[in-house]
C-alpha cells in the first residue's frame, strides 16, 4: 500500500482502505477502481491523500510477496552488481592459471548477504534470482556461498569453519567451467560419454586448486568429494561416510539444495516441502544425516504459516511440522478440519502460498 495525493490519482488505481470525509463517513469503500468520478468526488470532500494498493498487495503466493517486495528488488540490486564482480575475480584466475584472491570473494559475499535480514529470507532471495543462460554456472557458484553461511550458522559452526565453508562453495565447482556449457546445461538426457566427462569436474577443480594457490586442505577436499556419498555411491572414488572430509559432506548438501531451487529446462524449480520430501525418499543414507535433519528442520519450521495445495487439489495452512516426516505437516484445511500428511502417503504439497 501507498499513500498517493489525490492530484496524482490516475483512473485504474485501486483503493486500499476505506477513505474517510472528516466526519469518518466513507465516501469510498476499500478496492474500488479510481475513475473520473471518484476523483471529482475526493475533490468535492477535500481529500489529499488516498491509500492506494501496490503491486505486491495482489500478490496471492507467498514467494509472489517476496519478489514484489523492496528488501528483494534492494537485495536483486546488489546481487548484480557484484556478480560480475565475483565472475571476473575466477575466471580471470582460471583464464591466466593464477590463484584466487578469495579476499576479494568473501568481499562479494558480505556486501550482499547483509541485503538480507535473516538466512529464511536470504534463501527467499535468492529463490526468486533468474540467472541468464550463460551465467548458470557462476550464479550456481555464488548461490552456494550464500547458502553455506546460512546452513553453517544453522549448524552452529565456528565462525572459523563457517568462513572454511563459505570459501569451499565459492570454488567446489571450479571444474565445470573447463567442461563445454553445451553438455554441462545440455537438456536431454547425457550420453554415457558426456556423463565421464561431466564427472571430471571435481578432479580437474582438484588438480586446479592444488597447482594454483596455497588452500586450506577442507576447500580442497570439498572440491574433490563434494559428489561423494556417505553410502559409497559417490564419485570419483566411492568413498563412504567417514572416509569423506566433513566440507565435502556439507557441500553436498548445499550442491544439492541449490540445484533443486533452480529452474532447469526439464522442471520448474522445486518448493521447498519438494525438496525435503526429495531427500527423505533418499532416507538421508546418502548425507551427514545430523547436518541434514538440522538444514531441513529449519527450512521447513520455516514454512509454519503458509499456505500449502495440496496435489489434489485441496488448499489448507500448515500449523505444525511432523519431526518425522518434515515434508508432510499438519495442515488446517478450508473446512477447517486438520489433516495430518504422515498418515496420507498419497497426499504431497505441490504449492507454497
Given at each position: 500500500m501507498k499513500s498517493v495525493a489525490r492530484m496524482e490519482l490516475k483512473p485504474g488505481m485501486i483503493t486500499a482502505e476505506d477513505v474517510l470525509n472528516y466526519k469518518n463517513e466513507i465516501i469510498v469503500t476499500a478496492n474500488t477502481r479510481i475513475n473520473d468520478t471518484i476523483i471529482e468526488k475526493l475533490a468535492r470532500q477535500s481529500i489529499l491523500v488516498v491509500p492506494i494498493k501496490e503491486d505486491i498487495d495482489f500478490a496471492t503466493t507467498h514467494f509472489e510477496k517476496v519478489r514484489l517486495s523492496e528488501g528483494f528488488k534492494n537485495f536483486e540490486s546488489t546481487y548484480k552488481i557484484y556478480f560480475p564482480v565475483f565472475k571476473h575475480v575466477v575466471m580471470n584466475a582460471v583464464n591466466n592459471r593464477l590463484p584466487i584472491n578469495m579476499e576479494q570473494l568473501m568481499d562479494v559475499y558480505r556486501n550482499i548477504i547483509v541485503c538480507a535480514k535473516s538466512g529464511e529470507l536470504l534463501l527467499d532471495y535468492l529463490y526468486n534470482m533468474l540467472p541468464g543462460e550463460d551465467d548458470m554456472t557462476h550464479a550456481h557458484c555464488l548461490n552456494s556461498a550464500l547458502i553455506a553461511g546460512v546452513f553453517g550458522t544453522w549448524l552452529g559452526l565456528s565462525n572459523?569453519?563457517?568462513?572454511?565453508?563459505?570459501?569451499?562453495?565459492?570454488?567446489?565447482?571450479?571444474?565445470?567451467?573447463?567442461?563445454?556449457?553445451?553438455?554441462?546445461?545440455?537438456?536431454?538426457r547425457l550420453t554415457s560419454e558426456e556423463y565421464r566427462l561431466v564427472m571430471r569436474h571435481t578432479t580437474i577443480g582438484y588438480d586446479f586448486l592444488k597447482s594454483y594457490g596455497d588452500y586450506n586442505e577442507h576447500i580442497l577436499n570439498a572440491t574433490l568429494q563434494h559428489h561423494e556419498r556417505c553410502d559409497g555411491s559417490g564419485y570419483p572414488k566411492a568413498l563412504s561416510d567417514t572416509e569423506i572430509d566433513r566440507f565435502a559432506k556439507y557441500i553436498a548438501i548445499v550442491d544439492t539444495y541449490e540445484a533443486m531451487t533452480s529452474p532447469r529446462s526439464y522442471r520448474q524449480k522445486l518448493n521447498p516441502f519438494q525438496i525435503i520430501a526429495n531427500y527423505e525418499n533418499e532416507g538421508f543414507v546418502k548425507y551427514d544425516y545430523a547436518a541434514i535433519k538440522s538444514i531441513l528442520s529449519h527450512i521447513a519450521n520455516a514454512q509454519l504459516g503458509f499456505n500449502v495445495q495440496l496435489n489434489s487439489g485441496q488448499i489448507g495452512e500448515v500449523i505444525l511440522i511432523n519431526e518425522k516426516a518434515l515434508s508432510r505437516p499438519l495442515v488446517k484445511m478450508q473446512d477447517n478440519s486438520l489433516l495430518d500428511m504422515s498418515t496420507n502417503k498419497q497426499l504431497s504439497i505441490v504449492a507454497v502460498f
Open positions: 572459523e569453519d563457517t568462513t572454511l565453508f563459505i570459501q569451499s562453495a565459492f570454488l567446489y565447482d571450479i571444474g565445470k567451467l573447463s567442461i563445454p556449457y553445451q553438455i554441462l546445461w545440455k537438456p536431454e
